[in-house]
């Protein structure tokens, strides 16, 4: 197995929606609605994708002005490929690409907390959203 690490390949949408799906990622917004999808795949500023082969096995998505900042909007693994440090793979390869002046911005799902803990990420209080209508344009 020789697992590659990718910056912005090209991902088909079934791609991307067969890992997310295998890795218990689904949420609303992946829900019944290919046009919209695309069109986050398509207007994601920085992707750093994981293949086994031509299997994707990982995804982190960012969203980036490349000088300040960088949202990082998620990590996701294959289950099959946990526990080999490919999250921390994908966050090395964006600070990398990045480099150091840009700041790493992420909002943690309660479950991935333990892994940005032991991967050394400070935790940062001062965070707000404004959730998007479900359903909505």
């Not at 990718?6 to 992946?30: G, M």
């Not at 690409?97 to 892994?115: C, K, Q």
Request: proline letters at 3%; one cysteine or more; glycine letters at 6%.
């Amino acid at each position: 197995m020789t697992i590659s690490t990718r910056i912005n390949e090209p991902i088909k949408l079934n791609q991307f929606l067969n890992l997310y799906r295998q890795a218990n990622f689904v949420q609303d917004k992946w829900q019944d609605d290919p046009k919209r999808l695309q069109t986050m795949l398509d207007n994601t500023q920085l992707m750093v994708s994981l293949w086994d082969e031509a299997k994707l096995i990982g995804v982190a998505r960012c969203l980036t002005d490349f000088e300040d900042s960088c949202y990082l909007s998620e990590i996701v693994i294959h289950p099959d490929y946990r526990g080999q440090h490919l999250g921390e793979q994908l966050i090395k390869t964006i600070r990398s690409y990045l480099g150091d002046r840009v700041s790493l911005i992420l909002r943690a799902d309660h479950a991935a907390i333990g892994f940005y803990k032991r991967i050394g990420l400070p935790r940062v209080d001062d965070l707000y959203r404004l959730n998007r209508k479900v359903g909505g344009q």
